[in-house]
C-alpha cells in the first residue's frame, strides 16, 4: 500500500519562505514520478509543478523562479521549497505519485496514481 505524506504547511508572512515535504511509504520514491499541485478555496486544482523519474524538474510559470522541488531518495522524501510567497500562493498543497512514464512536459495534464492527504498554505499580508 503506497501512502504520501505532506507536512510543513503553515501560515507565513507575505515574501516568507515555507519548506512542504511529501514522504513516500510502500515504494522507493524514484519510482515515481512525483508532482505538486494546489487548490484555493472556490478555484480548481492548480500544477504546481514536479520532479521526474531521473531528477528532472519542471514548474508551472507562475511559481518559476519562486518553487524548488527537490527529492531525497534515502527519506523516500519529496521537499517543494516555497520562497517570496504571495496571497495568491495561498491553498491546499497536494503532492500526487505517478508510475508511469510520461514525458515532463506533460506531467502538469497527466493523471497521477497516488495523492496525499493535502497540508494548507496560509500567506498574510
Known amino acids: 500500500q503506497v501512502q504520501l505524506v505532506e507536512s510543513g504547511g503553515g501560515l507565513v508572512q507575505v515574501g516568507g519562505s515555507l519548506r512542504l515535504s511529501c514522504t513516500v511509504s510502500g515504494r522507493t520514491v524514484s519510482t515515481y514520478a512525483m508532482g505538486w499541485f494546489r487548490q484555493a478555496p472556490g478555484k480548481e486544482r492548480e500544477y504546481v509543478g514536479a520532479?521526474?523519474?531521473?531528477?528532472?524538474?519542471y514548474y508551472a510559470d507562475s511559481v518559476k523562479g519562486r518553487f524548488t522541488i527537490s527529492r531525497d531518495d534515502a527519506k523516500n522524501t519529496v521537499y517543494l521549497q516555497m520562497n517570496s510567497l504571495k496571497p495568491e500562493d495561498t491553498a491546499v498543497y497536494y503532492c500526487?505519485?505517478?508510475?508511469?512514464?510520461?514525458?515532463?512536459?506533460?506531467?502538469?495534464?497527466?493523471?497521477?496514481?497516488?495523492w496525499g492527504q493535502g497540508t494548507q498554505v496560509t500567506v498574510s499580508s
Open positions: 520532479i521526474a523519474w531521473r531528477g528532472t524538474t
Open positions: 500526487a505519485a505517478r508510475q508511469s512514464w510520461t514525458t515532463g512536459q506533460t506531467l502538469g495534464r497527466v493523471a497521477y496514481d497516488y
